[in-house]
């Protein structure tokens, strides 16, 4: 990749993940090398099994349970980990690096927001950094090259839909 930027997908609304994954889905299609880091995230999801299919690297860096409250030392020492991985990653040659739910990360105090800014600013210069979720802090807003806020207008789960696998799982 010739010039890489820096995305941000965030907001309320369904599709954050779709959407960096969508994009997952055309890097590695035109060829790139490509790698989803999730954090908070500890358990399999059908798009892993889309991911292998597709040769599509990623890494859980979270734990089976939702985080309730104040994470614990394990969550935050999984997410620093998960950003270790993502420089690694610029070093190896990735052209894509995704890095889910870390926004959400940063808003429940398992990640430092200057942890983030810090794998940001080392970013190379050929590579796509897209970083994914809600409550997406204003200094990375204030330094992503694409934002894009999902709002949500109405959803299935106000009727008690339970999510779906292979729709939301």
Not at 26 to 48: D, N, P
Not at 106 to 135: C, F, H, Q, W
């Amino acid at each position: 990749m010739e010039k890489g930027y820096i995305q941000v997908y965030t907001g309320n609304g369904k599709g954050k993940s779709t959407a960096a994954f969508g994009l997952a889905l055309r890097a590695v299609g035109a060829g790139y090398k490509v790698i989803v880091i999730q954090f908070l995230k500890g358990m399999e999801y059908s798009e892993h099994e889309s991911f292998k299919k597709l040769g599509i690297d990623y890494e859980l860096y979270g734990t089976k349970e939702f985080v309730v409250g104040k994470p614990s030392e394990r969550v935050k020492n999984l997410c620093r980990e998960g950003l270790d991985r993502a420089r690694r990653a610029f070093k190896e040659g990735y052209d894509v690096v995704i890095l889910d739910e870390a926004n959400v990360a940063v808003y429940m105090e398992a990640m430092d927001l200057e942890d983030l800014m810090e794998v940001v600013s080392e970013k190379p210069e050929n590579v796509e950094l897209v970083i994914t979720g809600r409550y997406a802090p204003k200094e990375l807003l204030e330094r992503a090259d694409l934002v894009t806020e999902m709002r949500e207008v109405k959803h299935y789960y106000q009727k008690g839909v339970q999510a779906r696998k292979g729709v939301e799982w």
